[in-house]
């Protein structure tokens, strides 16, 4: 029986999205938008172009075109501050950017996670 009602609700689905579908085909806004397209897809074909060379083309017109996509594409994020830290007990300087440093680890489980935190210097 579990078939059966994965296919009627499969079914009611199709026929929800179809409809969503015929309602968005009428839609003038959306038509103009495919148009568009339709005509940049030509353009680029008759010049032999990529959408790649289109967006450079339009980074230069506009740098913020690429702004915020470059961002995204790389995938970066902003480094980490630098932290320094000396251990009193020994004079050994450490200087991480992330919290799982071997020998911070080390001197968290020696001395604990406060002390540590207190060797931090700015």
């Known amino acids: 029986m579990a078939k059966i009602n994965d296919y009627y609700q ?4 199709m026929e ?6 015929e309602k968005l085909e009428k839609d003038q806004a959306l038509k103009g938008e495919l148009e568009f397209e339709n005509k940049v897809r030509a353009l680029m074909k008759e010049y032999d172009k990529s959408p790649k ?11 913020s ?3 915020a996509k470059a961002d995204v594409a790389t995938g970066s994020r902003p480094k980490r501050p630098l ?3 000396k251990n009193p007990h020994t004079g050994e300087v450490v200087k991480t950017r992330g919290g ?7 001197w968290r489980e020696k001395h604990g996670k406060e002390a540590v935190q207190s060797w931090q210097q700015d």
Not at 10 to 13: C, E, P, S
């Open 100 to 106: 799982n440093h071997k020998t911070l680890n080390e």
């Open 16 to 21: 929800k999205l179809a409809a969503e579908l």
């Open 10 to 13: 499969k079914k009611q689905l």
């Open 83 to 85: 932290k320094t830290y």
């Open 53 to 63: 060379d289109v967006l450079q083309i339009l980074t230069a017109i506009d740098p």
């Open 65 to 67: 075109v690429a702004g």
